[in-house]
């Protein structure tokens, strides 16, 4: 079954320590998204790449890197940075291309991530 | 830049009865409008969009949309609501021009009581 893939489901931090979230897509999809989603605050944009190589900060950047060196795979680094980095983090993949239908976003099934 | 504001954080509603979660939003020029669902632990999973033509859009699981431009609202609407309906919905817009991110409202519980 094509999807997207978001390992680990859990994922535990430990101070000043760097965490890697592995998104993973098999529907040959041009655009990945990274959000972050917490309680009462609805899901925030940090990046997105529309391109291999090529990657936009979102509203919440600071604190995270990215990189996109194979369309499938867009993994999200939590760097010692983000000084408070609980959260539930999302992918999110789409077609693009004009003339296409609009083709809404494809969401995998998070990654919660805690400080220890 | 373009905004969605849901107004109720939490809306309770009958096993049976109507239900309706409201959107509103901001963006220039016509929008794309987007609804989606999240049960616990899970990601959001897509339940309708309207991109043009008639104003009111239907979708998964007996839901439907309604699209009022001189209001710039996308009220999500279902006729007899189920405890199953019972979820985190997120409604979300995108402006036509260019291929930006979906940007999104801060959700609404839905709470369907038998």
């Known amino acids: 079954d094509g999807g997207i893939t978001q390992s680990p489901k859990y994922l535990f931090r430990k101070e000043g320590q760097n965490v890697t979230l592995s998104c993973e897509q098999n529907l040959n999809h041009d655009a990945m998204y990274w959000y972050r989603q917490d309680p009462g605050q609805g899901l925030r944009l940090i990046y997105y790449?529309?391109?291999?190589?090529?990657?936009q900060k979102g509203d919440i950047a600071e604190g995270y890197s990215v990189s996109r060196e194979k369309k499938e795979s867009f993994p999200l680094t939590v760097t010692s940075a983000q000084k408070n980095p609980t959260a539930f983090y999302l992918c999110?993949?789409?077609?693009?291309?004009?003339?296409?239908?609009?083709?809404?976003?494809?969401f995998g099934d998070g990654t919660r991530l805690s400080i220890l | 830049a373009q905004s969605v504001a849901q107004p109720e954080d939490q809306v309770n509603v009958a096993e049976g009865n109507p239900l309706t979660v409201k959107c509103t939003y901001s963006v220039s020029g016509n929008p794309y409008l987007f609804w989606y669902v999240q049960y616990p632990n899970r990601g959001l999973q897509f339940l309708l969009k309207y991109i043009t033509g008639d104003n009111l859009v239907k979708g998964s699981y007996g839901f439907e949309a309604e699209f009022n431009k001189s209001q710039t609202s996308f009220h999500l609407k279902k006729p007899s609501a189920l405890v199953s309906d019972s979820a985190l919905y997120f409604c979300a817009v995108r402006a036509r021009s260019g291929n930006t991110p979906l940007v999104f409202g801060k959700g609404t519980r839905l709470s369907v009581i038998a």
């Open positions: 790449s529309q391109i291999v190589n090529d990657f």
């Open positions: 999110a993949s789409r077609v693009l291309g004009g003339g296409a239908p609009v083709q809404p976003q494809h």
